[in-house]
């Protein structure tokens, strides 16, 4: 099985200033003419709503699995943030969150944050966060060290699976080796491989794809980067992978940690 674990869409089909078409028939029509099993649609802040996505024409495709997303920089402190995130989610069974500081609108290290995950940790059986890994932007008023912070965050939420989106993104490596030990912290490989597929950072995560298999999860960011680009990609910087570990980066991984049915035959 082939998942693609992090896809995004519109509900006009626009992608901020870009040509992209970011259609939910778009993307259905991506996957159908790739070797992609799965893909999960993932809400960004800003950009659609968990509500809207459900809505859009085509969602209850049953290629596609659907995330969700939260904003703790709507409620006004901390105690709100995590009753308003318990409100939301508890009644779920295990889900996949994700979480996005820059369009977000809040520090990485902000409070209402960091309460919604102490609330996610403690809940019986914690969600899967996923947090975007390319922390900061022309808004955001004052930098922290990518890798001390996921490290830290990884260590202070054991019971949390944390996925890294974008790996970190150039500081993949470090990340990965500072986080060796805390096997709660995952490292998605989405636009960062196919960005960097030219440079060092390939490398680095072709090394990290045979070292670490079992903590990497493969993704494409569409509509930015195509799924069928994403997977030459990937099998072109990996190749000569071992078999097992290519189909625990493509599919087997993020069903694990989702509880996703193995239903289809591994490619």
Excluded at 120 to 149: M, Q, W
Excluded at 229 to 241: G, K, P, Q, S, Y
């Amino acid at each position: 099985m082939i998942i693609d674990a992090n896809v995004h869409v519109s509900a006009d089909g626009k992608w901020f200033h870009t040509p992209h078409d970011a259609s939910l028939e778009k993307l259905i029509r991506e996957i159908e003419s790739s070797a992609i099993d799965k893909a999960i649609v993932v809400p960004l802040p800003g950009v659609i709503t968990n509500e809207q996505q459900r809505q859009l024409p085509a969602a209850g495709h049953p290629d596609l699995i659907h995330a969700y997303t939260f904003n703790p920089a709507l409620f006004e402190n901390p105690k709100a943030a995590a009753e308003g995130f318990k409100r939301e989610f508890s009644h779920l069974k295990k889900s996949f969150i994700k979480f996005h500081n820059r369009f977000g609108k809040y520090h990485p290290e902000d409070e209402r944050f960091m309460a919604v995950m102490k609330a996610n940790n403690e809940a019986a059986v914690p969600h899967v966060i996923g947090i975007c890994g390319l922390l900061h932007d022309r808004n955001t008023p004052s930098a922290i060290s990518t890798e001390k912070y996921f490290f830290d965050l990884g260590k202070k939420f054991p019971e949390t699976t944390l996925l890294i989106m974008h790996g970190g993104g150039t500081r993949i490596l470090q990340i990965a080796e500072l986080c060796r030990d805390l096997h709660n912290v995952f490292f998605d490989l989405s636009m960062t491989l196919t960005k960097y597929a030219e440079t060092s950072v390939a490398n680095d995560i072709k090394w990290l794809c045979k070292h670490y298999d079992k903590r990497m999860i493969w993704a494409s960011d569409f509509p930015e980067i195509s799924p069928k680009i994403a997977l030459e990609t990937f099998d072109a910087v990996c190749m000569n992978l071992e078999a097992d570990k290519r189909k625990n980066i493509l599919g087997l991984n993020i069903a694990s940690i989702l509880n996703i049915p193995l239903n289809i035959p591994s490619t």
